[in-house]
């Protein structure tokens, strides 16, 4: 079992950046694939970001490729998406994920997940 926090969300204006975290609990984080979600007001989750075990594999989103790079410190038992070039329509709750699945670079396979952070982004 991994639980798992997020924090680092917050109000930022368009054309800004923000980094979040992810801080996970066990010995078997390097186990895991994780992942980065995001829910907008109003619509489905959606997958952002994920990396593997490793941190050596990682996928993006069409959406935010190019903007937004995930990366993890196995040693910290920690994942992070640095996100930059905000846009208005990156504002949403964003949730990390655990996952010991092979489908996980598709967003699927995710077990454990993260309570969420708040991430504003004004125009």
């Known amino acids: 079992q991994v639980q798992l926090v997020e924090s680092g969300g917050g109000s930022v204006q368009a054309g800004g950046s923000l980094r979040l975290s992810c801080a996970a609990s066990?010995?078997?984080?390097?186990?895991?694939?994780m992942g980065w979600f995001r829910q907008a007001p109003g619509k489905e989750r959606e997958f952002v970001a994920a990396?593997?075990?490793?941190?050596?594999?990682?996928y993006y989103a069409d959406s935010v490729k190019g903007r937004f790079t995930i990366s993890r410190d196995n040693a910290k038992n920690t994942v992070y998406l640095q996100m930059n070039s905000l846009k208005p329509e990156d504002t949403a709750v964003y949730y990390c994920?655990?996952?010991?699945?092979?489908?996980?670079?598709?967003?699927?396979?995710?077990?454990?997940w993260g309570q969420g952070t708040q991430v504003t982004v004004s125009s």
């Open positions: 994920a655990a996952s010991r699945r092979s489908s996980y670079y598709i967003g699927r396979g995710y077990a454990h």
């Open positions: 066990g010995r078997t984080f390097s186990s895991y694939a």
């Open positions: 990396i593997s075990g490793s941190g050596g594999s990682t």
